[in-house]
């Protein structure tokens, strides 16, 4: 299991845990999703560990954080594990019967607000949780990580349009963009190119970053303007799906296959870590 980390952990403390956790836990249960997973660990590693407002779980004020490519759950399991919201032993029942976490998340797990996994529902739930907490003049903020592929998805577009026409500010669609999706490369599925000026022309605020330079990604984040009655924000996250294990990298197969035993001693080492 995952070492200890100092109290206080750099980013790319964070993003290596992050890592090394989804690695160890992928290869003990024998399930796949890990370049998925690779793909969001520096951008939960800038959320979690620079950006949300989150230090109690149960505090009607926190940030909300949904997860809506839902099969990357391993990777904000190991986040939400780093900021003390699940243990060290509900980590380690990852896949086990019986547990709370399985390879999509359920809302039983502390700092999961929304069950998910079926593609194309999280924006309309984060527009929705944004617009309650205008309502209840709550400063608190929705952040929303979603693949490129749910970008095929009509009801994706519908929360697009239905946020910025209330203009809810306090909205942030970060969007993995790593061009892959289950089964082929988005170009080939069904192609979503220039997403930044899509989400421009629908009236979003749209800012551009890479996704793996987590320093970037919280400057950015933290220069947001919240004003009630601005637009809402759209981050476009460009990533490598399987970022940091070469074998992995931009590679289809890994969005389902389990490692075997060579392989996750290899990808240990690749992103630094001794097995
Ligand atoms: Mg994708």
Known sequence: MSGALPSRPTASEFALAIRRTVLELSRRANVGHIGSCLSVADILAAFYGGVLRIEDPDAEERDRFLLSKGHAALALYAALHLRGWVTEEQLDSFGRNGTALGVHP???????????????????????SALAARMQSSGRRVFVLMSDAELNE????????FAAHQRISNLVAIVDWNRQQALGYTKDVLDVDQPAERWKAFGWDVVEVDGHDIEEMVRCARSLDFSPGGRPHALIARTTFGKGVSFMESQIKWHYWPMS?????QAMTEVGVRP
């Open 154 to 161: 009509g009801s994706t577009w519908e929360a697009v349009m």
């Open 106 to 128: 359920e809302h039983v797990v502390p700092g999961i607000d929304f069950c998910s996994g079926s593609l194309g529902h999280g924006l309309s739930v984060g527009a929705g």
């Open 261 to 265: 035993e060579t392989e996750f001693s």
